[in-house]
């Protein structure tokens, strides 16, 4: 198939396979077991996490992180393993709308201080809480400008540190190397198909500057990731 959009405007109508609730279960669950190695290859939370994440931790104190969007986990649970090797320790609150993400990421291997939930963003401003950290992975691109809007006002209401949501950059080339490179490795999964539509639908850099409210920053990593980052002011 060749693709003849040339990704100049984002794709929202789209629809990824793993949103559809009456989607294969089993096909949705290998999606969800695959998400650690693609994350891996592509979303590069091992770099944020020494170059962004580790420089704010405390080795005095628990580390309070909040992951929005958790999918099946492997983000939060890669961001313990990591910080405990370095001496940090991290009491991790990972939240997912879908029971299915959630369903699944409990019934992996418990990691102390990881702890899952269903749950939208803005119950927990409702419930008053706040996190030293704030994270997603491959959220941004699921939404639209209303609710980036209102996802990014919770954030802000829930952080008391630094927020980092990380997303892919849609570019061509990214699309070409995900479908050469990527996409061939998980056929048995919604992985390949649901990725390129996620290029799709995603945000360039330019979007996002434009889109975000004013504290808000946009970094790009290499290749083809933006950083959408809020850092909250100190509180008396």
């Known amino acids: 198939m060749i693709l003849l959009t040339p990704l100049t405007a984002r794709e929202v109508h789209l629809a990824e396979r793993m949103d559809d609730p009456g989607c294969d279960l089993t096909a949705l669950n290998r999606t969800y077991a695959q998400f650690g190695t693609v994350n891996g290859l592509v979303a590069g939370w091992r770099r944020v996490y020494r170059q962004v994440l ?126 050469a490179g990527v996409a061939p490795l998980f056929r048995d999964s919604f992985i390949g198909e649901d990725g390129l539509l996620s290029i799709r639908r995603s945000f360039t850099a330019a979007e996002l500057r434009g889109l975000a409210p004013p504290g808000w920053t946009v970094q790009t990593l290499v290749p083809f990731r933006n950083l959408l980052m809020y850092q909250a002011a100190a509180r008396a």
């Not at 961001?79 to 990972?94: H, N, Q, S, Y």
């Not at 209102?150 to 061509?172: F, K, M, N, T, Y």
């Open 54 to 179: 580790r420089p704010r931790l405390s080795a005095s104190r628990p580390n309070t992180v909040l992951d929005i969007g958790c999918g099946g986990g492997d983000v939060p649970r890669a961001l313990v393993r990591w910080a405990a090797r370095d001496g940090f320790t991290l009491r991790i609150t990972a939240i997912d709308a879908d029971a299915r993400a959630i369903a699944f990421a409990r019934a992996q291997p418990p990691v102390s201080g990881l702890h899952f939930r269903q749950a939208m963003s803005g119950d927990l401003v409702r419930e008053g809480q706040r996190f030293g950290l704030v994270v997603s992975n491959h959220l941004l691109h699921h939404l639209t400008a209303p609710e980036l809007s209102d996802l990014l006002a919770d954030s802000e209401a829930l952080c008391a540190g630094l927020v980092v949501h990380s997303d892919i950059q849609r570019s061509p080339l990214a699309y070409l190397g995900f479908r």
